[in-house]
């Protein structure tokens, strides 16, 4: 099992950039491909991006192809989403994720989640 924490979540407007961290203890690290998920009030957990194992490979959703990156620094333990260009519709609460399988965008095969960290995109 890994603990994760999230930060960075906070109050931005429209077209500000924020960047979340997710720090993970507990086990190796880069054992585990890393997920971003989101949910926003009165909607199911959406995918956001995933990162593997190395770093070497990303996904990303749709919605968010082109403005989020996400990466990883496996020194500490840490994996990071750079969210630019952000919309009232990015607003959500923002979960990390880890996966021992692989970087799904399927929120049941992680196996280790974050409390979330809010996300508010004012208009």
């Known amino acids: 099992q890994v603990q994760l924490v999230e930060s960075g979540g906070g109050l931005v407007q429209a077209g500000g950039s924020l960047r979340l961290s997710c720090a993970a203890s507990?086990?190796?690290?880069?054992?585990?491909?890393m997920g971003w998920f989101r949910q926003a009030p009165g909607k199911e957990r959406a995918f956001v991006a995933a990162?593997?194992?190395?770093?070497?490979?990303?996904y990303y959703a749709d919605s968010v192809k082109g403005r989020f990156t996400t990466s990883r620094d496996n020194a500490k333990n840490t994996v990071y989403l750079q969210m630019n260009n952000l919309k009232p519709a990015d607003t959500a609460v923002y979960y990390c994720?880890?996966?021992?399988?692989?970087?799904?965008?399927?929120?049941?095969?992680?196996?280790?989640w974050g409390q979330g960290t809010q996300v508010t995109v004012s208009s």
């Open positions: 994720a880890a996966s021992r399988i692989y970087p799904s965008r399927r929120g049941a095969e992680y196996n280790d």
């Open positions: 507990g086990r190796t690290f880069n054992n585990y491909a």
């Open positions: 990162i593997s194992r190395s770093g070497s490979s990303t």
